[in-house]
């Protein structure tokens, strides 16, 4: 009879540690692991989190005037920054590669890109020392970066019949130092030299001082 009754007791035992399985939600809780659909979507979100309160409207020179390009252009976005001209455009169907050499700004472009579902080639380096083949793109676009050294390697890097979209804040702004960083009034009109200017806009009467321009390699 004891013996019946230790048996009855260690099999008892048994059963009160063969608990259920832990839920997804539990699981992942306690392990780190996604594994239920719900726990997916809770990292689509976090990557989403991830840029929230960066600037994702595109300039307003840009978004009005990128019907100048041709349908489905090649475009290079030379210092994308994190990414809101360059997934603009891919929004539109257009090729774009983007080049930025700063890690952050390079991993939000991405994952931009990512989250609204289109694609940006994206390039992590140096816009100085990266090299492209000669007349790989059909479109090269600049925005607020001045560097007049790189203007003959966008040039170079351009296809017969190339676009050039270029915007610079001017020594006007007084937030902005004078020299590399900006440039003359009216200079813009004269660092692509014989391109085709299609459009330039230079206001005076705005809190921002910048000058833009579309300019068509013939």
Request: aromatic share 10%.
């Amino acid at each position: 009879m004891k013996l019946f009754l230790s048996l009855v007791f260690i099999f008892s035992s048994f059963l009160s540690y063969a608990r259920d399985p832990l839920p997804g939600s539990r699981y992942e809780s306690l392990s780190g692991i996604e594994t239920s659909k719900e726990g997916k979507k809770n990292e689509k979100e976090k990557e989403a989190k991830k840029i929230e309160g960066l600037d994702k409207t595109p300039s307003a020179f840009l978004a009005n005037n990128f019907d100048f390009l041709p349908s489905g252009a090649h475009v290079l976005d030379l210092d994308m920054g994190d990414g809101r001209n360059a997934v603009f455009l891919a929004r539109k169907g257009f090729k774009v590669t983007g080049l930025e050499e700063n890690e952050d700004a390079y991993k939000n472009a991405k994952t931009f890109a990512k989250e609204v579902g289109v694609r940006v080639d994206a390039i992590l380096s140096d816009r100085s020392t990266h090299q492209f083949p000669h007349q790989s793109f059909d479109v090269i676009m600049s925005f607020h970066h001045v560097d007049k050294k790189v203007i003959e390697r966008m040039k170079n890097w351009l296809r017969p019949g190339g676009y050039i979209i270029y915007e610079a804040i001017t020594e006007q702004e007084l937030n902005v130092p004078k020299g590399e960083l900006s440039i003359k009034s009216g200079e813009l009109l004269k660092l692509f030299g014989d391109y085709r200017i299609l459009k330039y806009e230079e206001p005076m009467h705005r809190k921002e001082f910048k000058a833009s321009i579309i300019l068509k390699k013939e």
